[in-house]
Every structure is written in C-alpha cells, then in structure tokens.
C-alpha cells in the first residue's frame, strides 16, 4: 500500500519561513499532491496543489521533487495564526481526500 | 470566498433520536461530501453527491442516509443516533468531480455528542 510519510510535529519561529516536508512512497502519474490544514476545532481550509511543478500562490508554496514522492510546502513568514495540523494528500481520485495523520505546526513568538 | 456553512457547531442528542445535520454552500458547487473525523482515524467519507438527487456512498455509510434535494444544501441523517455516532461531522463541497481539482472547501464542522 502507498504511504505518506509527514514528521509529527515541527516548531517555528514567529516571522520565519515554515518548510513542511511529505514523502510518499509511491505515486502515480496521474496523482496531483494537494496540501490542507485544520486550525482546531474547524474545518480543514485547502491550502494548494501541484502535480510536478512548483506551485506558489497568496499562501503559500509547493515544491514538487523530480520523482514526485517529496514534497514541501513553504510558509515564507509564519504568523502565530498559521499553528494548525497541515496534511500533505495524494490525490488522483475525483471522489473523496484521505487525510492522514499530518504535522502539527507550532509557530512561537 | 466559497462558504460552506453547518446548521449546528455543537449539537447533543440521545440514543434513539432522528438528527438531520445540514449543510449549505453558496458557490454552485456541483459535489459535496459528508465526512467524520474522530481521533486516530482521520476523516472518513460518509456520503458524497456529485449533483442534485445523486448520492454515493462512502466509505461508512451505515446508520446514515443523505439528502440532496437542491444543489447548494446537503443534509445528514442519522435515522436513530447511538452512541458511536458520537463524531465531528464536517460538510465540504468541490466544484466538479477531477483529480486535478480537489480542492474541498470544508464547512466549521459539528460536534455531535450522542447520550
């Protein structure tokens, strides 16, 4: 079974850039790498996605390794509202997202 | 900005009870999802509507049945809540149905708590 492998917590400094890593090991071509996070409590909000170009957009970025089975998604300054689990999902499916266990990012002041 | 809201952020019930947890997104949206997040299991898809009238079921459907009777409002029902069912329900709609567009926006979610 293909599995996707994020680091279970990270810290960042207030005001610092936030590089999230996501390792899968398998994905296929037609799969796109979609990046969520859930702020507690609420509901998960869509962030970005790429399939193997580097994405940037007005929050963050994606850089898509060669092999497509790294990613990191970049925060460039981190605010203390941007503590919130982030999810790192393959998607090549037109039904539903499974979201695994994520990394919890802890920006301190 | 797409909104998604839910009728209840909290919500308390007892066994037995009939609950309806509604839905409404207000982009014309054509897909929506219902799914349950519960710790250490992450969020599994309940039901999913690809359009007015259409349902599918996900992967845990039991004890549930949706409705979609316009395309910007999908409710949940839990015919007779039990205590398992006990979850944080989260809504999501999708514009269309493509793998190179999945982007869900998701609802505040409800916290339903079955006694």
């Known amino acids: ?109 | 900005d797409v909104k998604v809201t839910q009728s209840s952020r909290y919500l308390v019930k007892r066994t037995g009870e009939k609950v309806f947890l509604e839905c409404v997104q207000d982009m014309d949206h054509e897909n929506m999802f219902w799914y349950r997040q519960d710790p250490g299991l992450g969020l599994r898809l309940i039901y999913f509507s690809y359009d007015v009238k259409m349902k599918e079921k996900g992967d845990i459907p039991e004890g549930y049945s949706v409705s979609r009777e316009k395309k910007e409002r999908f409710s949940l029902i839990l015919e007779s809540a039990s205590t398992n069912q006990t979850s944080m329900y989260l809504c999501a709609s999708r514009l269309l149905a493509s793998g190179s567009h999945n982007e869900q926006f998701f609802g505040p979610g409800t916290r339903l708590t079955v006694l």
């Open chain 1, 1 to 109: 079974d293909a599995k996707t492998t994020q680091p279970t917590s990270m810290d960042c400094a207030e005001g610092r850039a936030a590089n999230l890593p996501c390792n899968h090991s398998t994905i296929s071509g037609n799969e796109y790498v979609y990046w969520y996070r859930q702020i507690h409590s609420q509901g998960p909000q869509y962030i970005i996605h790429g399939l193997k170009n580097n994405e940037t957009n007005e929050m963050a970025s994606l850089i898509i390794t060669e092999d497509r089975k790294s990613s990191t998604l970049i925060l460039p300054h981190a605010t203390l509202r941007d503590t919130a689990v982030y999810y790192c999902i393959r998607s090549g499916s037109a039904r539903q997202l499974t979201f695994g266990s994520g990394t919890q990012l802890t920006v301190l002041p």
